[in-house]
Structures are given as structure tokens and as C-alpha cells.
């Protein structure tokens, strides 16, 4: 194991990075967001060595696998290793803090303080990589947590509006469904002795009796779904959104909101198998009310912040159904899902910002029209990421829905004629979908070319989403990149679900 | 009763202890020095530390007649000396400052602390009930003085008549409720008594003198009915005092309720149910009435009762499978451990900023990054700890740990009422974290920053060493879960 090195310094990079500007003096203003930059791109450095030293084939196993004895009294151990269902997120993780990296360079956030905003972006990396590798419950939980109070600051401190109000429903809702998720997780752990993810995913979770499973599952399906976040549990989700400075926005709609559905994947799938089956309709049927829901509310909503929000409940909705089929193609989708979303929204977050930025707002009616004029390449970026997300074939917003589609008409659990209900609803919401997109382009895109030319993208900027962009053009023509990755691992879940059917 | 032999070795810390009250107001006497006294106080908590290690597992002041011992030192009773030992000697540097400015006079402090302290090694090593509410008054009669001994503050009096009365109170309730367990039982010593309790049904009588107990432990750890005392107690003495109210009071409160409940195990059935009602009540409320706290101390005062409501939960929830023993003690003196080195932490920090600002309201805490960047995120980090919010991972990991009890036994509902108190105690904590490093209104940005602020030397080191403290049972938390299991 000679890549075992890799991924704790994963962590460590920027948890350090953390430490050297809270340490670096006043002076340290001047060279804070360069040095973000250099950070992150270690970082990122060193994800395309893990993604290298990575196995495909074999990516059912968990791979570089570090192990420590860390608080006995807990159970807990130090456990950390990717397989292909982590991976890509790691991937993703790690690119979108980059991307907020360079963006910063030139655009911290009114009220500046460079110093301490690069700090809380490298301390929120950690909590978020850490979710993403952590093989022991408790740890999942604590770096699930770990992101909470750095996120909490951006918002509240480098925000707009109604920020204070919005940082702390953020944090207040989270943090109540991660307790909840704690309790779950506790529940597991009384029961089993055993916090290890891999012990309990490969049958110990499933030899629960199934009153226990339920308990446990609902009480860990609750608190992932605020973090989502699932219909009806998505309120604190636009406010934080319409909060949040733009590099906060991108982090939350393209990272955190996928630690919940990575954590149903990840745990609740393989260890409470029983409790699933049971469970999935049901989550389907909230998992299309949302997508529906979000489609509405987004039409509904006068702000370019808030029309993104609510676009990612539907989103997420659709990640929710893959999950909720149980089937290999579904959870497939749902991982699709997640990239794909991660990888649009960041980029709609990162255009929006722009446009906020030279135009002081994003509230529909004080911003100028005719932006395809004014600025063209700002308006085909705005364009190229809202088609893409609203399932664009040949973008990668397309493969995450459809296959989840797939997955509803061959769902693994019974109960086929709901679930393919449950697929004609959801596609309406696809359609729905460019409903809402269609406007933002019209009230934003088009209109009379105005006056005033407002500044066209930055070679800044450009260096920091044409990550984004490529992936979404790769990603859509040739999906297999990703779904290869995740497929074996996907199998060995769904695997561990159909071994309780009959 | 003829005492068989006295094991001086044994009994060391507590004498160390006492001894070095005398020590120091001699030494102010002769010296004319209000911080020699303090030197020769902390002189003896360093002296008694290593002694209470030692003593672990020891046991003296035996009687003849049925060999049952009055002072067992047992892994348990070294944890919590450890915690009084280490917090006197935190809280007298915190006071030193109080002292050279002649605010306190420095051998009568020392004397009273020292003394109070005395009575807190002694109580979880106490092995009868006679014992036990002799050293709870010996902790409680030297603290009303404590309160009063704040110079030119008029609350002063008043917050030390409130304390006293609440305790005389509590006291009176519980050693009738001790009559009435010898009357049911005919005896007094806790290992007897813990005989009686496993062979016989609990009697009206018995169960009535239980509870009855149970008031004066309610009031040392200032639990939800017998709370009321504590914010005008804390707001009325010096910060350090209060410091000292809210952690050493506690530990020898909890220590008492350890002994207490081990004694009854075998009527848990009986008590279990009170702590669960106090348990719950203490977490609503402490909590709730913080959140409108705009004093910092008495903000931490309610925190304080919040904090102790945590800690109650583990034996709140025994019953059925899950019984006295290692699982439930371990949860009680790990988050006890860890909010003793977090809650005085933040109370030294409130100490500085007070001493030198004359600042009691939160609103005095905006901007503090800009005039002490250390105290800021000291205060801060403590904030985070108590919270239970990362970085202040072992505030998180504590209430974890406390969590397991009532899941493993089924008490739902207390684990429920854990999990929202958990979340409201959040709001205040962060909301005062925030303050912090708010910008001041009045300050331009290209103004000066503020004038510095920077503590005496003694209590910076105060806060350093909660500091390290914390920061050490964050990265390894076995160092405050497993205390006992080392001990």
C-alpha cells in the first residue's frame, strides 16, 4: 500500500492551510487568496494522484484504506478509503474548491478579510472531503458536522440580505437533522456493536431485526433529508442560497447538498437493507413531489438565486428517486446525479454571481434584459448551464434524470405500477423543468440590447469554470467515464438490498 | 464507634488541602501579600494532585466493628479530585489579578477556596451519609462567604444570602430525608446501605428519604427546580467565584449523586424517573432562558444549567438493560472532564475582558477580534466546545457519548429532549461566537484598531491552560472518556 499517504494528506492540506491564516498576521491580507489558490490546487494535485493510483476495476473495494485506533470509549476508529462511490465526489469536492479558489482571487465578498474567507473555505474542504472518505459512523457524523460552523460564516458574515436569519435557519435545520441522524446512527451502533461502515454494509447492519432497522432508518433518512435537502424538509435551502456569497453558494448546491445523498448510498442502503425496501416507495413518492414542487416554485420565484434553489429540490428530487428504486440503474443515476448537479449549479451559481456582481442584483426586475447583447459570452455561459440543467441531451444533466427514469420503470423493489406513476410524474417535472429555465433565459438573455455594456468574463473567470464546462460537455457525450466508476460499487450495494428479497 | 487506624497517605489530598487554606492566610499575615497567598494555595492543589493519584483504590478511617471504612478512594472519587484540584488551581489564577488590584483580599480568599475545595476532594470519597452532607456543607458554607467577599458590590450580599438560603433550605430537606433512610434501614454506611437497598422492596419511607436526598444534590449541580439561586449567585460574585460556582460546586454535586445512586442501584426504579424529570426540565429550561441572556455571565450561568442537564441524562436513563456501571459513570465524568476545562475556559476569558473593560453585556463582546485576537478565538473555540459544534470537537464527542445511554435504554423521550435542547443551546452560543468578530459600528475602517486588550499574566495562563485542555481532549478524546478506566 504505498498510496496509503494519499488521502490523509488530502485532508491535511487544506485543514493546514486552515491553520496558516488563522496564524498568518494582518500582512497576511494581501497574499490570503493566492495562497487558497496554492492550497487548493495541491489539493486538487493530489485528487488526480488518488484518481490515478485508483483502481476501476476493482472499484466494489474500498481502496487506500487508512486505519487508527481514536477513541475506543466511542467505538470510533479513524477510518478513511474511497471506492467508486466516493470517488467521484472526492473528484468533485476537490475541483469546485478549486474553482472557488481562483474565483476568489479577485472577488472577495464585501467585507473583504481575505485572510479569515480563504481560512473557512480550506476548513469547510476538510469537513467535506471528510464526509466523503469517512468509513465510521461517528466520523461521518463529525466531519458532516465540521462543515456547519465555516458555512455558517460565509453566510453570515460575507452574505447579502437577510443574512444572519438565513445562516441561522441553515444551521439550525442541519443541525437538527443531524442530530436526528445521530440518534439513527447510535441506534445502529447499541444494536451491532460496530460503527464500521464496511463491517455493518456487508451483513452485520442487515442481521437487525427489522423493527430496529425501520427505527434506525427513519430517524438516519430524516436527518440526511434535511441536508439534501427532501421535500418539505428544503425550507432553509432557498434563503440560504439567496444569502450566501457566490463561492458559498457553489460549494453548498455542489457539495453539501450531495453529503445526504451520498450518506442514503453510502449507509442506509447497504446497512438497513430490510428497512430500505420497505421505506423506498415512499421516498419515491416524496422524491416526485419535490421534483414537481421545485419545478413550480421555480417558476414562480423573482430571483435568479432563488429560481436555482428551488431548481436543485428538483434536482435533488430526481437523485432521490434513482435512490429509491433500489435498482442498479437507479442508484447509478442518482450518483450521476449528484456530479452532474454539482457540476451545473456550481457553474449557474458562479455565472449568476457574476452577473450579481456587475449588476448589484439578482432580483429579476432590477436587472437590465438583453444580456446575450451586453455581454455575450457571460450570457452563453448563463444559457449553456441552464440548458444543461434542464436536461439537455448530450449534457450532463441529461444521464442523471433519464437513467433515473430507466430506474423507476425497473425498480428493484415491488411495486412496479407505482413506480412507473412515479416516472410519468417526474418526467412532467422534466418538462416542467425547462419551463423555468426558458424564462430565466428570456427575462435575463433576451430583451432590447441595453445601453450600458456590462463587462463580458474575466480571464479569471474563465480559468474557473472552464473545468465546469468541459466536464458537462464530456460527462454528456460520454457518461460511461463516470458510470463505470461507480457501477461496481453500485453493484456490490444493490447486491446487499437484493439478497433480502425474495 | 472506635476508629481503628487512620491512613494519613490516604487521606493526603484532602489534608494537603486544608492545610494549605491555613498555610495561606498565614502566609498573607506574615508577608502583607495578597499573592503570596494565592502562591501557596496553588502550591498545595499542585501537591495534592499527584497524592490523589496515588491514594487511588486506597481506604481508611475504618471502624472495628464491622470493618465498613468512611473514606474509599475509588477510580471514580480520583477523577472528580482531579477535576477540584486542577479547577481550584485554574480558578486562583484567574482570581490572582482581583487580588493584586486589591478588588479581593488574597489570604482570605485563598483560605475560603482552598477550604471549599477541601470539602469537594473529600466528598466523592465519602463512604456514609453522614459523611457525605458534612463535606457537601463543608464545599457550600465557605462559598456564601466567597460570594459576599467582592468589595463595594452591593449584589454581592444579597447574591450570597440567596445562595445560602436555597442551600440551608436544601440541606434541611435532605438530612431529613437521610433520617428517614435510617429509619427504614438502620444504617448509614453506603455499602450497607446498598445491601439493605438490593435485598429489600423500598419502603414509602425509603423512597420518600431517597428524594428527599436527592434536594440537596439538586442544588449543588443547580438542577432545574433548584437552579434559581445560581444566575443572581454568579452575576453577584466576582467572575472567578463564579467560575468556581459553576464547576467545582457541580463536580462535588455530581460526585455526590454517583455515590448516591451507586448506593441505591437497586432502586433505580425510583430515582432514575426524579433525574429523568430534573434531567429534562434543567436542559428546556437552562437553555431556553439563555437564549435571552444579554449578561455574559449570567449567560453562562444558565449555560452552566443547561450543561448539567447533559450530564444528568446517563443516569436519568438507567433502567431495564442498561444499569449502574461503567457505561453510565463513563459518560457522567467524561463530559464532566470536558466541561470543566470548556466552562472555565470561557469563564476566563469573561474574567480578562471584564477585569479590564469593566464590559458585562454581550454587546461589549462585538468586535473583540479586533482588540484581542488570542481571547477572541479562545472564547470562541469555547463557545464551539460547549456547543458541541466542530472544532470544538470534544464538546461534540461528550454529548455523543451521553447520547448512547438513553438510546441504548430506550428513553426515547429523553434522548428527544436532548436533541432539541442540543439545538437551542446552539443559537445562543453562536450567536455570542458571532459577536466576536462583528465589526464595531462606531470604528471606521481605516481608524486604529481599538486599544489592546491583553490579561495580567496569570490569568492568560488561566486560559491557557483550559485552552490546552480542550484542545488536547478534542484531538484525543480518550483523554477526558477513558479518565476513569486510567485512574
Not at chain 1, 72 to 89: A, H, K, N, Q, T
Not at chain 1, 204 to 224: K, V
Not at chain 1, 372 to 381: V, W
Not at chain 2, 344 to 357: C, D, E, K, P, Q
Request: hydrophobic share 60%.
Amino acid at each position: 500500500m504505498t498510496s496509503s499517504w494519499l488521502l490523509p494528506a488530502l485532508l491535511l492540506v487544506p485543514l493546514l492551510g486552515a491553520l496558516v491564516m488563522l496564524l498568518a498576521g494582518r500582512g497576511a491580507e494581501r497574499w490570503a487568496t493566492w495562497f487558497g489558490v496554492g492550497v487548493q490546487s495541491l489539493g486538487l494535485l493530489l485528487t488526480l494522484v488518488v484518481l490515478s493510483q485508483f483502481s476501476q476495476t476493482e472499484s466494489g473495494r474500498i481502496q487506500m484504506v487508512v486505519e487508527a485506533d481514536w477513541i475506543p470509549e466511542l467505538l470510533v476508529s479513524f477510518r478513511i478509503g474511497v471506492d467508486g462511490i466516493s470517488v467521484p465526489l472526492v473528484a468533485l469536492t476537490s475541483l469546485l474548491g478549486w474553482c472557488a479558489a481562483v474565483y476568489t482571487v479577485r472577488r472577495v465578498p464585501e467585507p473583504g478579510r481575505a485572510r479569515a474567507f480563504v481560512g473557512l473555505l480550506l476548513l469547510l474542504q476538510v469537513g467535506m472531503l471528510g464526509t466523503f472518505m469517512a468509513l465510521d459512523l461517528i466520523l461521518f457524523f463529525l466531519f458532516f458536522e465540521v462543515v456547519l460552523a465555516p458555512m455558517w460564516f460565509l453566510i453570515a458574515f460575507w452574505g447579502s440580505g437577510q443574512r444572519r436569519r438565513s445562516a441561522n435557519t441553515f444551521i439550525l435545520y442541519t443541525v437538527l437533522g443531524s442530530v436526528v441522524m445521530l440518534l439513527g446512527f447510535l441506534v445502529v451502533i447499541v444494536d451491532t456493536g460496530s460503527a464500521d461502515m464496511v463491517v455493518l454494509a456487508n451483513g452485520l447492519g442487515a442481521q437487525m431485526s427489522t423493527g430496529t432497522q425501520l427505527t434506525a432508518a427513519l430517524l438516519i433518512l430524516g436527518g440526511l433529508a434535511v441536508k439534501t435537502p427532501m421535500w418539505p424538509l428544503h425550507t432553509w435551502l432557498p434563503d440560504a442560497h439567496t444569502a450566501a456569497p457566490t463561492v458559498g453558494s457553489v460549494l453548498l448546491a455542489g457539495v453539501l447538498l450531495k453529503m445526504g445523498t451520498y450518506g442514503m448510498v453510502r449507509i442506509v442502503v447497504p446497512t438497513l437493507p430490510d428497512a430500505m425496501v420497505s421505506i423506498a416507495p415512499y421516498l419515491a413518492a416524496f422524491a416526485v413531489v419535490g421534483i414537481l414542487y421545485g419545478a413550480m416554485a421555480s417558476y414562480g420565484q423573482d430571483d435568479l438565486k432563488r429560481v436555482i434553489a428551488f431548481s436543485s429540490v428538483g434536482h435533488m428530487g430526481f437523485v432521490l428517486l434513482g435512490i429509491s428504486t433500489l435498482s442498479v440503474v437507479g442508484i447509478n443515476a442518482a450518483l450521476f446525479g449528484n456530479i452532474a448537479h454539482g457540476l451545473i449549479t456550481g457553474l449557474l451559481f458562479f455565472v449568476v454571481g457574476s452577473i450579481k456582481q456587475r449588476t448589484g442584483s439578482t432580483v429579476f426586475a432590477e436587472l437590465p434584459r438583453g444580456l446575450y447583447a451586453s455581454a455575450p459570452r457571460l450570457g452563453f455561459l448563463l444559457g449553456f448551464a441552464a440548458v444543461a440543467s434542464l436536461g439537455m441531451p448530450g449534457l450532463a444533466g441529461f444521464w442523471g434524470e433519464f437513467l433515473a427514469l430507466v430506474g423507476a420503470y425497473h425498480p428493484l423493489v415491488p411495486g412496479r405500477f407505482f413506480y412507473r406513476a412515479m416516472l410519468v410524474l417526474a418526467a412532467i417535472g422534466m418538462v416542467l423543468a425547462a419551463a423555468y429555465f426558458l424564462k430565466v433565459l428570456r427575462r435575463v438573455g433576451q430583451g432590447p440590447t441595453p445601453e450600458a455594456q456590462l463587462a463580458d468574463v474575466a480571464t479569471d473567470e474563465w480559468l474557473s469554470w472552464t473545468p465546469l464546462v468541459s466536464l458537462v460537455v464530456v460527462l454528456g457525450v460520454a457518461p460511461f467515464l463516470l458510470l463505470r466508476v461507480t457501477e461496481p460499487a453500485v453493484r456490490m450495494v444493490v447486491e446487499s438490498v437484493a439478497g433480502t428479497l425474495p | 464507634m472506635t476508629i481503628q487506624s487512620i491512613d494519613l497517605l490516604t487521606l493526603s489530598p484532602t489534608v494537603v488541602v486544608a492545610l494549605g487554606a491555613l498555610l495561606a492566610l498565614v502566609a498573607e499575615l506574615v508577608t502583607g501579600r495578597g499573592q503570596v497567598a494565592i502562591g501557596v494555595g496553588l502550591g498545595a492543589l499542585v501537591a495534592a494532585t499527584p497524592l490523589a493519584v496515588l491514594a487511588s483504590g486506597q481506604q481508611t478511617l475504618c471502624n472495628g466493628v464491622d470493618a465498613s471504612c468512611a473514606y474509599v478512594v475509588s477510580p471514580l472519587a480520583v477523577a472528580l479530585q482531579l477535576i477540584v484540584l486542577t479547577s481550584t488551581a485554574v480558578v486562583l489564577l484567574m482570581a490572582s489579578a482581583d487580588v493584586a488590584a486589591h478588588t479581593v483580599p488574597g489570604g482570605e480568599f485563598t483560605f475560603l477556596i482552598l477550604s471549599s475545595a477541601s470539602g469537594a476532594v473529600l466528598v466523592p470519597a465519602t463512604n456514609d451519609l453522614v459523611t457525605l452532607i458534612v463535606a457537601l456543607e463543608v464545599v457550600s458554607l465557605p462559598t456564601f462567604a466567597l460570594v459576599a467577599l467582592r468589595r463595594g458590590e452591593p449584589r454581592a450580599a444579597e447574591a450570597a444570602l440567596k445562595a445560602f438560603i436555597y442551600s440551608i433550605v436544601s440541606v434541611a430537606v435532605s438530612l431529613y430525608g437521610i433520617s428517614l433512610l435510617y429509619g427504614t434501614t438502620g444504617v448509614v454506611a453506603f455499602d450497607q446501605l446498598a445491601a439493605a437497598a438490593t435485598l429489600t422492596e423500598p419502603t414509602p419511607l425509603g423512597t420518600a428519604g431517597l428524594v428527599m436526598l436527592l434536594a440537596v444534590i439538586g442544588f449543588k449541580v443547580a438542577a432545574v427546580p433548584f437552579h434559581a439561586w445560581a444566575p443572581d449567585t454568579y452575576q453577584g460574585a466576582t467572575v472567578p467565584v463564579a467560575a468556581y460556582l459553576s464547576v467545582v460546586s457541580k463536580a462535588a454535586g455530581f460526585g455526590a449523586l454517583l455515590l448516591v445512586t451507586w448506593t441505591f442501584a437497586g432502586w433505580s426504579e425510583i430515582w432514575a424517573p426524579v433525574i429523568a424529570v430534573l434531567a429534562g426540565l434543567t436542559m428546556l429550561v437552562g437553555n431556553v432562558v439563555a437564549l435571552k441572556q444579554r449578561h455574559a455571565v449570567r449567560l453562562l450561568a444558565w449555560s452552566s444549567i443547561a450543561q448539567a442537564g447533559y450530564i444528568l441524562v446517563p443516569l436519568a436513563a438507567v433502567s431495564g438493560s442498561v444499569v449502574w456501571g461503567p457505561g453510565v459513570t463513563g459518560a457522567v465524568i467524561g463530559y464532566l472532564v470536558a466541561y470543566t476545562a470548556m466552562n472555565l475556559g470561557a469563564f476566563g476569558v469573561v474574567a480578562i475582558v471584564a477585569r479590564r473593560t469593566g464590559a458585562a453585556s454581550l454587546a461589549d463582546y462585538r468586535g473583540l477580534v479586533r482588540r484581542s485576537p488570542w481571547l477572541a478565538v479562545a472564547l470562541a473555540f469555547f463557545l464551539a466546545s460547549l456547543a458541541g459544534l466542530p472544532p470544538g470537537l470534544i464538546g461534540l464527542l461528550v454529548k455523543v457519548r451521553v447520547l448512547i445511554v438513553p438510546v441504548d435504554a430506550g428513553v426515547w423521550w429523553l434522548a428527544a429532549v436532548m436533541a432539541v435542547a442540543t439545538v437551542i443551546g446552539l443559537a445562543y452560543y453562536l450567536a455570542w461566537a458571532a459577536l466576536l468578530f462583528r465589526r464595531l459600528d462606531t470604528a471606521d475602517d481605516g481608524g486604529p484598531p481599538e486599544q489592546l486588550l491583553i490579561g495580567s499574566w496569570t490569568s492568560t495562563v488561566a486560559v491557557a491552560v483550559c485552552l490546552a485542555l480542550t484542545l488536547a481532549f478534542s484531538l484525543a478524546p480518550s483523554l477526558a472518556l477513558g479518565l476513569v478506566d486510567r485512574l
